[in-house]
């Protein structure tokens, strides 16, 4: 079981930079790809980024490339997701996600996560 609890999130105007932190716990952090996801109102949940064990290898939604980057630290148990360059359209939930241990590759659908956090709310607006 990983329990999964982001912080970050915040009011920041067009242009802006926000960094999410994930906080895991339990000793299996380190054997999950993590992911981010975000769900705007109205919308539905949709892909952001994810970040395979050991952070060589990440992929990104086309939407947020070359603006957002994913990160880890497995020795404090923490996934993070950089936001730079934000825009009115990134505004939404975003929820941290821990990959089933079973798959161990690049999804970019939900299905493929077993443990969500409750989500941190990011607001672009000026």
């Known amino acids: 079981q990983v329990q999964l609890v982001e912080s970050g999130g915040g009011l920041v105007q067009p242009g802006g930079s926000l960094r999410l932190s994930c906080a895991a716990s339990?000793?299996?952090?380190?054997?999950?790809?993590m992911g981010w996801f975000r769900q705007a109102p109205g919308k539905e949940r949709e892909f952001v980024a994810t970040?395979?064990?050991?952070?060589?290898?990440?992929a990104y939604a086309d939407s947020v490339k070359g603006r957002f980057t994913i990160s880890r630290d497995n020795a404090k148990n923490t996934a993070y997701l950089q936001m730079t360059r934000l825009k009115p359209e990134d505004t939404a939930v975003y929820y941290c996600?821990?990959?089933?241990?079973?798959?161990?590759?690049?999804?970019?659908?939900?299905?493929?996560?077993?443990?969500w956090g409750r989500g941190t709310q990011v607001t672009v607006s000026s």
């Open positions: 996600a821990a990959q089933r241990t079973s798959l161990g590759g690049i999804y970019y659908t939900s299905a493929a996560y077993d443990y």
């Open positions: 970040i395979s064990w050991s952070g060589g290898s990440t």
């Open positions: 339990g000793r299996t952090f380190s054997r999950h790809f």
